[in-house]
Structure formats: structure tokens, C-alpha cells
């Protein structure tokens, strides 16, 4: 099975040598980049789960119905909300769906599992952090998901080969082939493989020129939908089942 996410976060990053981008247009550009990556899945018939951080769900809201109407998940990405910021995010946007937010997602500030499930969260996606040196460590970490406190956690994949995890930065980096053929190979030895991407990294870095390492611009924008598009073909016409996190643990 195919889990593919993406994380729909702010770029904080400044401009280089320019005017400032506002916050209005920063939250255009997510919702351009989000769109582009919904025109792709939908092309391909395939459902995905999509972490909204937390911070902006009130301001994406119409981003955020656009998604499900779509038929995909939309769960939460934590970057720094407390409990009660939290909460009442999970309230509001599960009143806007009339569906219930399930899944959560962690890396630099993690909330305790234990509050977690009280606010009725049932399963927790974290990640690490990923620099141009972090992929190319040889991992290793378990890749089942387990029960703790209540809460399904689902772990990173790693291919059991190259020892590279599945994250943004090396989906980004990677020649296409070299990616399908570990997927390929993942699945022959695990259940799933989690896919997580970024959605800034669809962003135009010769638009909007953001002062980012050079290696996080390196095949970007049209690059990333070229490559998405292109993982989902091969999905397809390997017949690979794809599905969205909370159906696959539930």
C-alpha cells in the first residue's frame, strides 16, 4: 500500500533582494501550489491525506473544503500549537466538514500522546527533520505501526536497501527511476510506504525568489508536479494501491 501526504505549511523563509511577500500572498501561494497538486491526483484517481498546519486552518478554510470535497483527508500538522490552539482548530474545521479530524502530524514541537487522544486524535504521523545531509545516513528505525496510549503511530518509511527515508527532501532530489524502483523494492519487503511532501516545495523559486539553500530550489515548482505526476503514472500502471492514512489504519 501507497500512503501518500503532503504538509501544508507557510514558507517563513525572506525574500532575497526584493520587496517583502506579504502574508496574504503567501497563503496564495499554498493555495496555488495545493490546487496544482489536486489537478494531478485527480488526473490519476487517487486519494491522499493532506497535514494543514495548525496555525492556518481558520485562514485555508476554503482551501480546506476544496480538499475534501475532492474526496481526500485532511488532518493536522503541529509546528508549534499548544494543546488549547489545538483543540479548538480541531473543532472548527470538523464543524466546517461535519467529518472528524483524525490523524496529527509532529516534528520539532510534539504535543504528549496522552492529550492527544483525550482530544480524540487517533493517530499520530511524526516526522524528522530533513537537511542535504540527513537522507543520505544510513537509518534505522522500526516501520510497523503500533498502538500507544490509544494512538495508532505510524512510522517513517525507509527502504530496506538504501536506507533512505521517504521524505520530501529525497522524493525532491532523487531521478525518478531510482524513486520507483524503491518503491518498488519497499513493497516487496513492508505493508506500506509513507510518502511525505511538502506543498511549498510546488512553489516557482524564479516568481518568487525566497532565500532558501540552493539544494531545497533544485528541481522545484513544474519540476515537482512533473515528478508527482510521473510517481502517480507509474503507480497506476503497476496497479499499486494507494490509499489515505485513516482508511488504511482504520
Not at 10 to 19: H, L, Q
Not at 98 to 105: A, P, S, T, V
Not at 150 to 178: A, R
Not at 217 to 244: H, P, Q, V, Y
Request: aromatic share 12%.
Amino acid at each position: 500500500m501507497v500512503l501518500l501526504t503532503f504538509n501544508i505549511t507557510c514558507i517563513e523563509a525572506e525574500v532575497k533582494n526584493g520587496s517583502p511577500i506579504t502574508d496574504d500572498e503567501r497563503l496564495k501561494i499554498i493555495e496555488n501550489n495545493t490546487r496544482a497538486i489536486l489537478r494531478i491526483l485527480d488526473i490519476h484517481d487517487i486519494k491522499s491525506s493532506f497535514f494543514v498546519e495548525v496555525s492556518l486552518t481558520e485562514k485555508l478554510q476554503n482551501l480546506i473544503k476544496a480538499i475534501s470535497s475532492k474526496g481526500h483527508e485532511i488532518a493536522f500538522y503541529n509546528k508549534g500549537s499548544n494543546p488549547e490552539e489545538i483543540e479548538n482548530a480541531k473543532k472548527n474545521i470538523q464543524d466546517l466538514l461535519e467529518k472528524q479530524i483524525r490523524g496529527i502530524r509532529q516534528k520539532d514541537v510534539k504535543v504528549s500522546q496522552e492529550i492527544l487522544k483525550l482530544m480524540e486524535f487517533n493517530y499520530v504521523s511524526n516526522i524528522d527533520n530533513a537537511n542535504i545531509l540527513f537522507p543520505f545516513k544510513r537509518l534505522k528505525r522500526d516501520t510497523v505501526i503500533t498502538e500507544e496510549d490509544g494512538l495508532s503511530i505510524v512510522p517513517e518509511s525507509i527502504s530496506p536497501y538504501s536506507q533512505l527515508p521517504y521524505n520530501d527532501f529525497v522524493f525532491q532530489i532523487l531521478p525518478m527511476k531510482y524513486y520507483q524502483n524503491m518503491v518498488l523494492e519497499t513493497l516487496q519487503n513492508e505493508e506500506f510506504v509513507l510518502i511525505y511532501l511538502n506543498t511549498w516545495q510546488f512553489t516557482d523559486f524564479k516568481k518568487y525568489r525566497f532565500d532558501i539553500p540552493f539544494y531545497r530550489s533544485l528541481f522545484s515548482g513544474k519540476k515537482m508536479e512533473d515528478k508527482l505526476d510521473a510517481l502517480l503514472t507509474f503507480l497506476n500502471d503497476r496497479e499499486m494501491a494507494t490509499s489515505r492514512m485513516k482508511d488504511y489504519i482504520f
